[in-house]
């Protein structure tokens, strides 16, 4: 696996990971806690249940279904949740199965 490269919304569900409980996130809370520092990292978000659409969309990629984001958290000192991020401006590869986030 390179990255986030992925034929399809099926071949990245089981690498998608909730927001703050997810692997990545526990673990960016204990190192940022441990090492008394600030922690940035990328992960493939799940979809919570309202957000998924049953529908299909056309994209330059193809057909494509909305399973996660292409997302990165961010721990402080104390390992405490700071926020989130979607991305907004997707690469062709992240069509396939991310959902772009909002700008502010």
Same mark, same amino acid.
């Given at each position: 696996?390179? *990255?986030?490269?992925?034929?399809?919304?099926?071949?990245?569900?089981?690498? %998608?990971?909730? &927001? @703050?409980?997810?692997?990545?996130?526990?673990?960016?809370?204990?190192?940022?806690?441990? +090492?008394?520092?600030?922690?940035?990292?990328?992960? &493939?978000?799940? /979809?919570?249940?309202?957000? %998924?659409?049953? =529908? =299909?969309? @056309?994209?330059?990629?193809?057909?494509?279904?909305?399973?996660?984001? #292409?997302?990165?958290? +961010?721990?402080? +000192?104390?390992?405490?949740?700071?926020? *989130?991020? @979607?991305?907004?401006? /997707?690469?062709?590869?992240?069509?396939?199965?991310?959902?772009?986030? #909002?700008?502010?």
């Amino acid at each position: 696996m390179e *990255g986030y490269v992925f034929k399809s919304a099926a071949s990245i569900r089981p690498y %998608l990971e909730q &927001p @703050r409980t997810g692997v990545t996130s526990r673990f960016c809370a204990e190192i940022a806690k441990k +090492l008394r520092c600030y922690v940035f990292a990328g992960y &493939p978000e799940a /979809l919570s249940s309202d957000e %998924l659409d049953t =529908t =299909t969309w @056309r994209s330059t990629a193809g057909s494509t279904k909305e399973v996660g984001a #292409n997302s990165a958290v +961010l721990y402080g +000192l104390d390992g405490e949740f700071i926020g *989130g991020y @979607r991305k907004t401006h /997707l690469f062709e590869t992240d069509k396939t199965w991310a959902k772009p986030g #909002n700008r502010s």
